[in-house]
């Protein structure tokens, strides 16, 4: 059965919010896609690059309406056909997504209200500014509320396309897209847009090169004492210069990196917790428990229960066309 999805566009939309999540469900297979925009025609991304684009359609979108977002998005909100054609659509219920800032487009037609959603991390001031009754998590690849489906900046909108190739066409499907596009398989969407290495880069970057050794040697011990030789550091001065850098200590830095690689290997599916914690260089499994705790606010087994009830709430398909639940 071909599924049916129309991508709504607008002048200066980002043009990897919409051309992601379309490679994806053309890997796939079974999709039809369509473009759509308030007026048809030639619209320009914030690229310059112009998209040929059909009229809003007056009859069924089809199944999944999937809004762009980009700079143009604060002009959209403004315009009242797009804000009537989508909620129209919703009310037929179609699954309703957005990309990166189109979150800001989707809760300005009042569908998000009471819902969970996540947007572009540069965006999370204004949406909650603007949208404060739409339970924003800001910290979120993608978020699933009901029919709802909203995601962070750009390239996170093929993990939801992924998401939801898993849905229709089983998860076996969505696998093997990741690995045509070279891409993560992140389906529960609960992992950070901010990853544990970007957020300790310093100003500097003088320990970019030693944190980018350490997350490709998790199994290694990494004591203050060989962290600081290989930065050719005396260890009472590199501990303190690190700190100042990132924020945090190095024992806590390996922590992070770790807790972040054994997060994506149960996220991506690892079937040993056990293995996955002797990979990412805990040790055993009731220490990376710990970590878990400690950074995350959750243990691995929890994760794993949250990634699967994730994966299988929200929809059923039948006949091709998904049914709100």
Known sequence: MTHRICVLVFPNFQLLDAAGPIAAFEAAGGYEVRIVAARPGAVRSSSG??????GLPRGPVGDTLL??????????????????????????QHRVASVCSGSLLLAATGLLDGRTATTHWSRTAQFQRLFPQVRLEADRIFVQDGPMWTSAGITAGIDLALAMIAH??????????????????????????????LAMQGADNRFDPLLDHVRG???E????EDLAARACMSPRHFA????????????????????????????????SVQRVATDCGFGDAERMRR???????????????????????GFSSRGGRYQGV
């Open 49 to 54: 690059v112009e998209w040929m684009a059909q």
């Open 67 to 92: 809004l762009a977002g980009g700079d143009g998005v604060d002009a959209a909100m403004h315009d009242e056909s797009l804000l009537r054609f989508i909620r129209r659509s919703a009310a037929r």
């Open 168 to 197: 229709d066409l089983g998860a076996d499907v969505a696998r093997g897209v990741a690995q045509e596009l070279v891409v993560y398989y992140r389906r529960p969407g609960g992992q950070s847009q901010f990853s544990a290495l």
């Open 217 to 219: 040697h998790l199994k």
């Open 221 to 224: 011990r990494h004591s203050v």
């Open 240 to 271: 303190r210069a690190f700190h100042t850098e990132t924020g945090v200590t190095p024992a806590k830095a390996v922590e992070k990196l770790r807790v972040e690689a054994a997060r994506n290997a149960l996220d991506g599916g690892a079937v």
């Open 291 to 313: 970590s878990f705790a400690r950074i995350l606010g959750m243990t691995p087994s929890a994760l794993r229960r949250t990634a699967s009830t994730s994966a299988a709430a």
